[in-house]
């Protein structure tokens, strides 16, 4: 079953909105972690604790770059076409499908990397009423949720990619947001026989030959 065009459409958008909400709320998160890691850096001495402080700092501060990163690009991708009306260029370019895909599977690995760094550092117990770790496995899982949206929404400029080729368009230029249905190849049509002992074609006459078995008959000549 082929997935309409339309629909294509809505899954892309509503993806892409999703993944700003959810990035809005990372970028609050991991500040919050990062403020709670340099705040418990400062108060517990020690090598060691100074070792897995800076630890943390690394696995959120590296989170952070990827939010930032993908709070620059989404909003340009999301409003593509409204912004390249006003003259921004870049923004056009990044709706072509193949562009698109790159830059959209490209965050989907970066929030992959960040969600394993992420897990590593947060463990799996409970935090007991403790902030930083509270805070930090929150950045954690919402770092996951931005991961699966990427990949849904890979998966969906895929098929865009796809359907794009197949009704023979160029993914080269070919705006994301622009997918439609396939055109459907107009069934040829039958002509009439050029000659009266000529018999119609069989998508015409069936089985049945168009004069059967008349006579044929001598027209006369002009004179």
Known sequence: MQIGGSFLRLLRF?????AVVLVVIELIVSALSLSSINKWSNETGGIFASSVFSELRGAAGYTMFVTLLTLLLMPAIVCGSGLAQRG????????????????????????FVSGV????????????????????????????????????????LVLILLRTRSSGGDIRTTY???????????????????????????SVRGEESYYGNQPKVAMPAPH
């Open 176 to 202: 994301a947001y622009d997918v439609g249905e396939p055109t459907a190849t107009p069934a040829m049509v039958a002509g009439a026989p050029m000659h009266a002992d000529q018999p119609y074609p069989p």
């Open 117 to 156: 760094v992420m897990a590593n550092y947060a463990g799996t117990g409970g935090c007991g009423g403790n902030g930083l770790c509270s805070r930090f496995k929150a950045a954690t899982a919402f770092a996951w949720l931005l991961f699966f949206d990427l990949l849904a929404a890979t998966a969906v």
């Open 14 to 18: 509503s993806l892409y909105w999703t």
């Open 88 to 111: 921004f260029s870049v923004a056009a370019i990044l709706n072509r499908v193949v562009v698109e895909l790159a830059a959209v599977s490209g965050l989907m690995i970066l929030w």
